[in-house]
């Protein structure tokens, strides 16, 4: 079997591929798995830029097929001095808590968002190197959701954007869906799973 390291400390993204990547005989160990820390600069411009950055770390460390991925966020009509990308949590410098989180954002909701709701879209970059050192990128966005102006009284401790975000398709704040709702809002990531194949 293929191994490919997820530059990641987190559990739970480490995972995000792990399924559809061992339909193909790849198995995805996090850095967790391997018992190495990687102390990362991300100072690229955008969501790729950091991926490389988390990538080529990677596989500077492990000699093993690596792969790096961050994510940006994005605002309609919000403008872009305003909009968060890659600073979702950092605002004027300064780190937000969960509750100045969620109260900053609502107070774009209010001045940009129509009717209390405001659109919202991911943007993510993906780097993959394989075992010889190539390395290749890939980009896509997820669109299916929007922010609204009142919070859901369900918190999920480190990520609040939860609590004022919601699923276009079912009307449903992101703290409050049920494993019902989950198959009503799954999104098919196998366009990326296929690019991390084909670039291992």
Known sequence: MKKIV???????????????????????????????????????????ENALIKARACYNKT??????????????????????????RRVNGKTLNDEEMINHYIGLVNKYGVNGRLNCKWVYGLAVIDANGKE????????????????????NVGYPLNSISKYKVIDKYFTEITDKDKELIKYDESHVVDFIKNNI
């Open 63 to 88: 000699k093993m097929p690596s792969m790096g991925m961050d994510d940006s966020l994005y605002l309609e009509n919000v403008p872009d001095n305003a909009q968060p990308g890659l600073f979702v």
């Open 136 to 155: 290749s990128t890939y980009t896509w966005c997820k669109d299916d959701f929007y922010m609204v102006n009142t919070a859901s009284t369900i918190v």
């Open 6 to 48: 997820f530059a990641t400390g987190n559990a739970t993204k480490s995972k995000r591929f792990s399924e559809g990547l061992n339909n193909y005989g790849i198995e995805v160990l996090s850095l967790k798995d391997l018992g190495i820390e990687l102390d990362v600069n991300e100072d690229g411009r955008d969501a790729i």
